[in-house]
């Protein structure tokens, strides 16, 4: 008998015969359940006497749940899983693993010695190809079968840092900093850079982009005057954030005086010339910081804005006629003021007419068929020189 269970020898796959002073127990393919201790009990008018004998049926494990896939990287991956819930009645002695591209029915083994840990990190894969992965478990009898697939995942590799890292501009709150694309990119492609910063001797780094920005120009607002803050840059995909690029050295908020400069084109060097009905439209690039102040006078009195429109940003100046008359010629003087620093340039500028009909006409002699003719220049030269 296996516990209250009592086995005859009427049974079909267990059973129990007698044969004489002999008595044998038969299990014909054998189960899980078939394990456990046995117990024979033999009697007769004088007594009872027992004997128990312990049966233990192994077998493959079972398979192992589904392996999990933490981590990605750009050609591996790390993967765990669970013992199989039954080991077949003999201790594991490791795991197989094999790995498959998604779209294929091939699989392939990782391993030809077994991994008796629970982690592996498959290699050499190629980044942006979905894979499948499965495992076997071992013992003394044998191989147990696959688990089920984990999960399909891709190989992902962040970027490399970004590259080339300055310092483009800073104001007494602000601080603007510009840098290349890295180097490397790969197959998750890039979808922005993260900037933070820090005060100088802390190693609190703040976002000061919530949002990522696909530019690579960025200015830092809300700044502490006379701070020094370090910056620096991360490209993100996803496969998350590369390394950062970091400046080299702290940065003092405060705004630097640079003296203004006006830098006066080339084709404004000499007199600008253009016919009367015709646009002008000057440009006249400067630099210096502060943004500088930006005045233009005419002959030495302020222009009319109604007859000659300006416009100033913080690296030009404009200067625009819609429909120029001769009343515009003359010289213009550009002065940019940064505090007491002053660049001065003068443009000269010449509006021309078509002339007037020369004067006093008369002939002076003939000769055969020729005339010689005399006349005064006209009195309107149409402006010009």
């Known amino acids: 008998m296996k516990g209250e269970r009592v086995i005859l020898d009427s049974g079909h796959r267990v ?14 393919v054998t189960e899980r359940e078939d394990t456990g201790n046995y117990k024979m009990v033999l009697q007769n008018e004088a007594g009872e006497a027992t004997a128990s004998v312990k049966i233990k049926v192994v077998d493959i494990p079972d398979p192992p749940d589904a392996p999990l896939v933490p981590e990605v990287g750009g050609d591996w991956c ?60 071992v013992n003394a009898i044998g191989v147990s079968k696959p688990s089920e697939p984990s999960k399909a995942f891709t190989p992902l590799a962040v970027t490399s840092e970004p590259t080339m890292l300055v310092v483009d501009d800073v104001t007494d709150n602000t601080v603007t900093v510009k840098w290349r694309p890295p180097e490397t990119i790969g197959a998750a492609g890039l979808d922005g850079y993260l900037v933070e910063y820090c005060i100088e001797g802390s190693n609190d780094w703040k976002v000061s982009n919530k949002e990522l920005t696909e530019k690579t120009k960025y200015t830092i607002t809300g700044l502490t005057p006379e701070s020094k803050i370090l910056v620096r840059v991360r490209a993100i995909n996803k496969a998350g954030a590369s390394p950062p690029r970091t400046l080299q050295h702290a940065v003092l908020v405060k705004e630097v005086v640079e003296p203004p400069k006006i830098r006066v084109p080339r084709h404004l060097k000499q007199t600008y010339t253009r016919k009367v009905g015709e646009a002008v439209n000057l440009v006249v690039p400067f630099q210096g910081k502060p943004r500088p102040k930006v005045t233009w006078m005419k002959e030495g009195q302020p222009i009319e804005p109604s007859h000659v429109s300006i416009r100033n940003t913080d690296c030009d100046s404009i200067i625009f006629i819609r429909k120029a008359e001769r009343t515009h010629s003359g010289k213009y003087d550009m002065t940019v003021q940064v505090e007491n620093h002053v660049d001065t340039a003068i443009i000269d500028i010449q509006i021309v007419d078509l002339p007037g009909p020369p004067q006093s006409v008369t002939i002076e002699d003939i000769w055969g068929r020729n005339v010689a003719l005399v006349w005064t220049p006209p009195k309107d030269s149409g402006n010009a020189q």
């Open 78 to 137: 790390s993967m765990t899983w669970e013992p199989p819930k039954y080991d077949g009645g003999s201790p594991i002695l490791g795991y197989f693993i094999e790995r498959k591209k998604k779209q294929s029915s091939r699989w392939m083994r990782l391993n030809f010695d077994l991994i008796k840990e629970t982690s592996f990190e498959p290699k050499k894969m190629i980044e942006g190809v979905p894979y499948e992965v499965r495992i076997f478990a």
């Open 15 to 28: 059973r129990a015969e007698t044969y004489g002073d002999q008595t044998s127990l038969t299990i014909e």
